[in-house]
């Protein structure tokens, strides 16, 4: 999957000839640096990656095998941040999620995988369709909720967001569902506008736990963006999609690292199914090749 990564990991493990070799130790961090950084690993993280993989493995005995079970700790230690995992319920249902990303991060198609992977869980589900920005974006939720039959609350007449999210929360609570998920408006770029639309709408539903969608293959932008809503109006998940056409790898480590809110699900494909619980080991393994 993410050969180059892999295959410079080789090479720089490759470096080291002999136990105790300092000199090659260096050579090995030198090219362990070159390739993360080729990779959309932050410059920050790389740094301290490295740093870290290097006192690792002197400490252990310079050698093939302690330079990459050092890298593989050290990946593993990034990417397991502090927080949930997966999909939490709340003990006073429905569970409430605010979906929030990008325009063209995947945001509408995650809530329909999402719900999906909760149907599939025996949840009662109710998908929200708050994007009054994106023209197509309701109508996409529709046909989205009835392919993976999932109940739908949309307002064709209503103009307000806040108002369509109000009155899918009620219907939620009336009829139990179990988890409601709203799908909020997205930007090319992040707005004043965006940010106070997604705050009116998290005030007024105080949902259990907000998902911000980061598009992969938008590489360091990833990572700058999360950041942003993580400032503005608060994440407590993060769900990266398209991460099957993602030749590089890096952007799990940069965001975990560099925004400090856990991984989630990873989206691996365009249909409903493709929806992962992030599990670092997996994706350790998967960069290590
Ligand atoms: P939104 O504007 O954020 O709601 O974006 P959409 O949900 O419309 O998704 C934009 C495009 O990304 C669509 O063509 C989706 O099929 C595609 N997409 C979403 N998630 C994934 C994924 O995990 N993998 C791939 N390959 N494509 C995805």
Redesign the pocket.
């Known amino acids: 999957m993410f050969d180059s990564i892999s295959g410079s990991i080789k090479s720089a493990v490759n470096k080291i000839r002999h136990k105790d070799d300092a000199a090659s130790l260096k050579k090995a961090t030198t090219e362990l640096r070159k390739s993360l950084l080729k990779s959309d690993v932050h410059h920050k993280t790389t740094k301290e990656l490295v740093t870290a993989v290097e006192l690792e493995t002197k400490k252990n005995g310079i050698g093939q095998d302690s330079f990459l079970k050092a890298l593989q700790n050290e990946l593993t230690n990034i990417l397991t941040t502090e927080g949930n995992q997966g999909f939490v319920f709340s003990s006073t249902p429905p569970t409430t999620i605010l979906m929030t990303?990008?325009?063209?991060?995947?945001?509408?198609?995650?809530t329909g995988k999402l719900a999906n992977y909760l149907k599939l869980r025996k949840k009662k589900v109710l998908v929200a369709a708050c994007?009054l920005q994106?023209l197509a974006?309701v109508e996409?939720l529709k046909q989205i909720a009835a392919q993976i039959e999932v109940d739908i609350y949309f307002d064709d007449e209503a103009k307000d967001p806040v108002e369509i999210a109000l009155a899918a929360k009620e219907k939620a609570k009336k009829d139990l569902y179990d988890v409601l998920l709203i799908?909020t408006a997205?930007r090319l770029a992040i707005d004043e506008e965006l940010m106070q639309q997604l705050h009116d709408v998290k005030e007024a539903i105080n949902p259990n736990e907000i998902f911000y969608?980061a598009d992969s293959l938008t590489g360091h932008d990833a990572t700058k963006t999360a950041s942003t809503f993580k400032e503005k109006i608060g994440i407590d998940g993060v769900i990266l999609?398209?991460?099957?056409?993602d030749t590089k790898g890096g952007v799990a480590i940069s965001l975990s690292h560099q925004v400090g809110v856990p991984l989630r699900f990873i989206?691996?494909?365009?249909k409903m199914p493709?929806l992962e619980v992030f599990i670092p080991d997996r994706i350790v393994s998967r960069l290590m090749g």
């Open positions: 990303g990008l325009q063209g991060s995947g945001k509408t198609t995650t994007d994106r974006a996409q799908d997205g969608v999609s398209k991460y099957d056409g989206g691996i494909g365009e493709d």
